[in-house]
């Protein structure tokens, strides 16, 4: 009887089902630097439990066989982004070449366009809006809060004399 591996959620709730390509590649390494023992593979990777251990192997062999699976049918990232392009170039509707260069866009993380004004402006045209409403802050600040004074604390003597050695001494370092 073919013993099956278990299936892996990408998404989820819990810890278990969740992809961790962080412990894996942690993983990978030590085993490449020659750490075998599951206990100190556990400890390496920050795991909680030998069987995390386990899992995350198992994760790792499926995920190489996924791989090796997708190269023995042909399909490749070329493959993959040359019939996305085939599609957006080819007689398809306009709505099916717009999605193809949607899941291009999304591919190099350019799915979002938000657009920041502040990016859009020169840098002298920054720092010339923000002396023009310098005043204008100051005037809608005067108004609507009360003034009011600030008592500073003394300043013990003792720290007073350790301020005064502090100059005398910097004048004697940096005298001209």
């Not at 066989?65 to 019939?83: F, P, T």
């Not at 099916?96 to 866009?105: A, D, E, M, P, W």
């Not at 020169?122 to 310098?134: C, P, R, S, T």
Request: proline content about 2%.
């Amino acid at each position: 009887m073919k013993k099956l591996k278990p299936v892996v959620f990408v998404q989820g709730d819990r810890e278990f089902y969740r992809e961790n390509k962080y412990a894996q590649t942690i993983l990978l390494k030590a085993m490449s630097d020659g750490i075998t023992d599951p206990k100190e593979l556990m400890r390496v990777a920050g795991l909680q439990k030998v069987a995390d251990v386990y899992r995350t192997l198992d994760k790792l062999s499926i995920r190489k066989e996924y791989h090796n699976a997708l190269s023995r049918q042909g399909i490749s990232l070329d493959k993959i982004v040359s019939g996305i392009k085939d599609i957006c170039e080819g007689d398809s509707s306009d709505s099916v070449k717009l999605k193809g260069y949607q899941t291009l866009l999304k591919s190099l993380g350019l799915d979002k366009y938000e657009k920041d004004e502040e990016a859009a402006k020169g840098w002298e045209e920054i720092i010339i809006d923000i002396n023009e409403n310098k005043d204008k802050k100051a005037e809608i600040l005067d108004g609507e809060f009360e003034k009011y004074k600030i008592d500073r604390p003394e300043t013990p003597a003792d720290e007073l004399e350790r301020q005064e050695k502090e100059k005398e001494v910097g004048k004697e370092l940096y005298a001209d």
